[in-house]
C-alpha cells in the first residue's frame, strides 16, 4: 500500500493532486483539520485540510489499450496525451462523496473549528490586550503628572502673591511632590516665614536645613526594639496582606541576634498561608532560633510561657483585610487580654495610596498601636505618607525596610533619615 498525505485548501484541491500523482484507483484513507503553523504557537495559523490517500502497488492492472492520437483530444503540460482527460472514467475516490451526507460530516469538525477561530478573535477584540492596558495605564500616569504640575504651578502663583520668598516656594514644591498632604506643607512654610530671619530667607540651603528641624521635631521614631533591663519584650507584626511581615519579622529576628545578642524566638498565627509557615520555619532554622505556630490565644499564652527565658518573643500574623470585619475580630480576640504585655508593630507599604493608609491605620488602630514599620522603600519614589502619617496618628516609626534581603534590607528609623527621604537633604 502506497500512503500519501496532502495539505490543501478544500478536497476538490485534494481530489486533483491524488488523481494526479496515484491514479484514479486511489482511495481516501483519512482527512483532518490541521494548521499551517503560522502565527504566534501556530495559534493564528491558516487552517489546512490534511487528506492521507492511498493506492495497492500489487494490484494487477490490465494494460492500457493504445488510445489513438486525435485532434479534439486534451494533451498534458508535456505534449503526450492526457489518457485520463480523453476518456472522463469515474474515479474511485469521486465516487466516494458522491453523498452529499457525507461529505457534510467530513466537514462538519472543520466547520466547529472556523466557529472556535471566530469566537477567539471576537473575544480578543472585546478584550483590551496586554500592550493597550499598558498604553491605557500610561496615559492615566501621564495625566496624573500633568495635573500634578498644573496643580504646583497653581500653587506657586498664589504662594508668590501670599509674599513667600522663592525658596520657600520651592521648598514647599518639593515636599507635596514627595507626597506631604499640601495642609501639612503648607502649615510649615508659613511657620517657616514667620520665624527665619528676613535675611536669611534668599538663603537656600539655610532655608531647607531650618524646615529640616522643623520636621524632625514633627515626627516620632522608637529605635527599633528597646529593652528595658531584663525584662521580657513581646512584639505582634500586624498589617494588611502583601507588606512583608514574615520577611520583615525575620529581618528583626537576625538583627537581635546577631547584633544584640539577644535570645529570641518565633511565634506565628499565620496559619492560612502554609507557605508562609515554612518560609519562616526555614528563616528560623538557619538563625538557629525556636519556631511555635499557634493557631488560638490559649496557644499563644502557652508558647509565650514556654519562651518565658528568651529575652525577645517576636510573633508573626497572617495578612487581614482592614475591611474583613471577621478577620478584624478574630485578630483582636487572638491578641487582646493575654497574660503578658505584648506590643504590636503595623507594617506599611510605602506604595499603598496615602487614604488607604490611614483607612488600614484607623481599622488596626482597634488594637493598640505600639510603633510602625515601613516597607518597600526600594520600590517607592514618594515618602511624604511617612510624614502624613505621623502627623495624623503620632505612631513612632520603629523600622524601614529597603528591599527583600534577609538580614541587609532592613534599618533602624532615625529622624535624619526620614527627612533625608522627603527633602533630599544628602543630595542622593
Known amino acids: 500500500m ?31 483539520q490541521v494548521k499551517d ?30 488510445v489513438p492520437r486525435q485532434n479534439n483530444v486534451e494533451s498534458s503540460p508535456y505534449g503526450a496525451p492526457d489518457v ?9 475516490l469521486e465516487s466516494a462523496f458522491k453523498s452529499q451526507e457525507e461529505v457534510q460530516r467530513m466537514l462538519l469538525p472543520i466547520r466547529q473549528e472556523i466557529q472556535e477561530l471566530k469566537d477567539i478573535i471576537v473575544s480578543m477584540e ?19 503628572v500633568r495635573t500634578m504640575v498644573q496643580g504646583l504651578a497653581a500653587q506657586s502663583s498664589q504662594l508668590r502673591n501670599e509674599d513667600l520668598s522663592e525658596n520657600l516656594v520651592v521648598l514647599f514644591q518639593q515636599m507635596v511632590f514627595n507626597g506631604l498632604e499640601e495642609k501639612f506643607a503648607r502649615r510649615l512654610i508659613q511657620e517657616a516665614k514667620k520665624s527665619i530671619p528676613p535675611e536669611e530667607l534668599n538663603n537656600f ?15 516620632r521614631v522608637s529605635n527599633g526594639i528597646q529593652k528595658d533591663g531584663a525584662k521580657q519584650k513581646i512584639v505582634t507584626l500586624i498589617g494588611p496582606t502583601g507588606v512583608g511581615k514574615t520577611t520583615t519579622i525575620a529581618k528583626i529576628a537576625s538583627e537581635q541576634v546577631l547584633k544584640y545578642k539577644r535570645k529570641v524566638a ?37 508558647a509565650i510561657e514556654k519562651f518565658s527565658d528568651y529575652d525577645v518573643i517576636l510573633i508573626d ?4 483585610s482592614q475591611r474583613d470585619e471577621a478577620q478584624m475580630y478574630e485578630l483582636r480576640e487572638l491578641l487582646e487580654n493575654n497574660n503578658k504585655r505584648i506590643e504590636n508593630f503595623l507594617v506599611l507599604s510605602t506604595t499603598t495610596k496615602d487614604h488607604e493608609i490611614s483607612e488600614i491605620t484607623r481599622k488596626f488602630g482597634e488594637l493598640s498601636i505600639d510603633g510602625v514599620i515601613f516597607t518597600k522603600l526600594d520600590e517607592s519614589t514618594t515618602y511624604g505618607c511617612i510624614f502624613n502619617h505621623v502627623i495624623r496618628f503620632k505612631k513612632p516609626i520603629a523600622f524601614l525596610t529597603t528591599g527583600q534581603k534577609v538580614p541587609e534590607d532592613i534599618e533602624i528609623a532615625t529622624k535624619e533619615r526620614l527627612v533625608d527621604l522627603l527633602l533630599n537633604i544628602a543630595g542622593n
Not at 4 to 25: C, F, H, S, T
Not at 52 to 64: G, I, L, W
Open 37 to 66: 503553523g503560522g502565527g504566534t504557537f501556530g495559534l493564528f495559523g491558516k487552517s489546512m485540510l490534511e487528506v492521507t490517500a492511498a493506492r495497492d502497488e500489487t494490484a494487477k492492472k490490465a494494460p492500457a489499450p493504445p
Open 126 to 144: 472585546t478584550r483590551p490586550s496586554r500592550k493597550n492596558q499598558a498604553t491605557t495605564q500610561l496615559h492615566h500616569e501621564i495625566s496624573e
Open 205 to 219: 540651603p539655610y532655608v531647607k536645613i531650618f524646615i529640616a528641624r522643623m520636621l524632625m521635631k514633627i515626627v
Open 266 to 302: 518565633l511565634l506565628t498565627v499565620d496559619t492560612f498561608r502554609i507557605g508562609a509557615i515554612e518560609q519562616l520555619r526555614s528563616y528560623a532554622k538557619i538563625m538557629n532560633v525556636p519556631l511555635e505556630v499557634t493557631s488560638s490565644k490559649s496557644e499563644i499564652n502557652q
Open 2 to 32: 502506497n500512503l500519501k498525505r496532502y495539505r490543501v485548501n478544500n478536497i476538490q484541491e485534494a481530489l486533483q493532486q491524488i488523481k494526479k500523482d496515484l491514479g484514479p484507483d486511489a482511495i481516501i484513507v483519512s482527512t483532518r
Open 84 to 92: 485520463a482527460l480523453a476518456t472522463k472514467p469515474k474515479l474511485a
Open 317 to 320: 500574623t497572617g495578612g487581614r
